[in-house]
């Protein structure tokens, strides 16, 4: 059974995926990683480039939130019983620091 989640880009995602908010049917058993891996069949090989390091490989730097929670990529997008999650995707740049 399929369940639908509302999906949304925030930073430069946005303007790779050529939308601020999207929707998808999800099986209810599916991951973050199944969720990132449909939208990189709908959305292109640049946002797949933008999400992924190699396949099924999630940039380290890359946060998904689910319903203002983070959440990890083998984590269920759908909890049972759960309304319609709110996912929103956020590519977070990583700086190296330090004093010289």
Known sequence: MTRPI?????????????QRETSLAV???ATVLDVLILLGE??????TASIFRAPREVHTHF????????AAVNDPVVAEGEAA??????LMPIFE????
């Open 27 to 29: 099986e209810e058993s």
């Open 97 to 100: 620091g330090g004093c010289r």
């Open 42 to 47: 709908r959305l292109g090989p640049k946002f």
């Open 85 to 90: 999650p709110r996912v929103a995707l956020l």
């Open 6 to 18: 509302a999906v949304r880009f925030l930073g430069f995602l946005e303007r790779v995926a050529g």
């Open 63 to 70: 946060r998904v939130f689910i319903n203002d929670d983070e």
